[in-house]
């Protein structure tokens, strides 16, 4: 059965690898499962036919044959449940790797994103100069958690993960802030997710929708 996903017929990342399909993609390059993607518009994603896919009108969607999933963490979930490369065989690392998707998503996730909204769309806002550092420490509070775990390791948990995949996904979206920067050894762990062949992959195949043609970098 071929899997199909739905990404953005235009990225408003500018093909930067943000976009979550981009979470998707490197997942089904880590397994080494083909897929084709289906790009659909903004107005598209409010429409009866793809709200059947996705109830809150997002990207991606998963499907395969009858079975349809949304949310990026249920079907990394899925395919790492489904095919080698993602977990671990032993049964307690395979639980800590899952648990460190949970984390990325549901723990460190949180703050960056209001970080991002902060940013982006309340900068014209009478109180925004006195909130930003307020959220911006909320960010710091999590990263030197993580930093302290994490410390000279290469991965999360032993080998690489779909933990390590989901976490450097949400890490990835502060390198523009500088703020990852501060905490070297995260930076150190995101640097290597990006390295990583099948990232490669996932990021040139999300960058060519948005640009007609592959990343060279």
Do not use: C
Request: charged share 25%.
């Amino acid at each position: 059965m071929t899997i199909t996903i739905t990404a953005f017929e235009r990225s408003p990342d500018g093909g930067k690898g943000l976009a979550r399909d981009t979470r998707v993609r490197w997942a089904l390059e880590e397994v080494g499962q083909p897929y084709q993607v289906r790009l659909v518009s903004f107005r598209a994603m409010k429409e009866p036919a793809h709200l059947a896919l996705h109830p809150f009108g997002q990207i991606p969607t998963y499907e395969e044959g009858e079975l349809a999933l949304f949310e990026t963490g249920a079907i990394v979930f899925h395919l790492a449940q489904r095919h080698a490369g993602l977990l671990p065989e032993d049964a307690n690392a395979r639980a800590r790797a899952i648990t460190w998707m949970f984390a990325a998503l549901n723990t460190v996730e949180p703050p960056i994103l209001e970080l991002e909204t902060a940013r982006l769309l309340e900068g014209d806002k009478p109180w925004h100069a006195e909130r930003l550092p307020l959220v911006e420490e909320r960010v710091r509070s999590r990263l030197k958690q993580l930093s302290d775990r994490l410390g000279d390791a290469d991965w999360l948990d032993g080998a690489f993960s779909a933990g390590d995949l989901m976490m450097v996904s949400v890490l990835l979206r502060l390198k523009s802030s500088g703020i990852l920067d501060e905490y070297p050894n995260l930076a150190a762990h995101v640097a290597r997710g990006e390295a990583r062949p099948a990232y490669k992959r996932a990021f040139d195949a999300q960058l060519a929708v948005y640009t007609g043609k592959p990343s060279t970098g």
